[in-house]
């Protein structure tokens, strides 16, 4: 029997891209996928759209979130999901046609594979800018750390008994950098990973949006604070994997991100 995939999508006042991310689902060439849209809050007609998508496709499900936030809404999306492997996939982004196919298909290659993960396309707006493709390396863990590997959260697929074997989940109170802090604390599980070469995710930096959408978050004090509160949720992550020597490597790039963030904050809270 063909694995279950939950592609889990929280949303907030974006129908004018949702629709757009739902359709990349539904444009699968795998058929045995669930859709979970988790509504967080949203005033504008995002609910009204994911219910006309439920009336056309019932693999398509609406959920409203409990706790506000895109952190508690990716996490109400995890326990409500009973695929066999997840992806997280943004209002704002989408999937190519592939995606769980070939993702699926390098899984079959290895024994027991925890992740699949692929190449993304980047655009601003509506204009292909590249595709990043670093996403391995010799020393994956460290270089993650150091930034000089990433790759966007809708890139990967994840199996689900992974994240909940090692009590993975997103950390609520963050507001940014939650990502990176997700996967480090992935890549401490020490997973098994494969790697489509294939640029299967899209990744779009929106230029403008309407009023009351945020584009981008690191402009306010409130914004700065939690950037460094997952940089130290990040440190101790670090500390608690590394061997001294890797250590000694990270912390001098730790030290000089961090000195800049609170210089930073401090120039913002008294501008």
């Given at each position: ?182 996967f480090l604390s992935i890549l401490a599980g020490n997973p098994k990973i494969v790697y489509t070469n294939l640029p299967l995710a899209i990744n779009y930096h929106l230029t403008?949006e309407p009023e009351g959408v945020k584009i981008s978050a690191g402009d306010s004090l409130k914004f700065k604070l939690s950037r460094l509160k997952s940089r130290n949720l ?38």
């Amino acid at each position: 029997m063909e694995s279950l995939v939950s592609i889990i999508i929280p949303t907030f006042n974006r129908a004018h891209t949702l629709a757009r991310a739902i359709e990349s689902v539904r444009d699968q060439s795998y058929s045995n996928w669930e859709c979970l849209v988790i509504d967080d809050f949203s005033t504008d007609n995002s609910i009204e759209l994911v219910h006309d998508f439920s009336r056309l496709d019932n693999r398509v499900f609406i959920f409203k979130n409990i706790s506000k936030g895109a952190n508690p809404a990716r996490n109400l999306g995890l326990k409500k999901a009973k695929g066999q492997y997840v992806i997280f996939l943004d209002s704002d982004d989408a999937l190519e046609p592939k995606m769980i196919e070939e993702s699926l298909k390098q899984l079959k290659f290895s024994r027991e594979p925890d992740l699949a993960i692929s190449h993304t396309k980047i655009y601003i707006g509506d204009k292909f800018i590249h595709v990043a493709d670093k996403v391995n390396s010799v020393d994956l863990f460290l270089d993650f750390l150091k930034k000089k590997v990433k790759w966007p959260i809708n890139s990967v697929l994840i199996r689900r008994e992974f994240l909940e074997m090692n009590n993975i989940f997103f950390h609520e109170k963050l507001l940014n950098g939650q990502d990176y802090c997700f996967f480090l604390s992935i890549l401490a599980g020490n997973p098994k990973i494969v790697y489509t070469n294939l640029p299967l995710a899209i990744n779009y930096h929106l230029t403008h949006e309407p009023e009351g959408v945020k584009i981008s978050a690191g402009d306010s004090l409130k914004f700065k604070l939690s950037r460094l509160k997952s940089r130290n949720l990040a440190f101790f992550i670090a500390l608690k994997n590394l061997p001294t020597k890797k250590m000694a490597n990270f912390f001098p790039y730790f030290l000089k991100y961090q000195i800049g963030l609170i210089s930073d904050i401090i120039i913002t809270r008294f501008n």
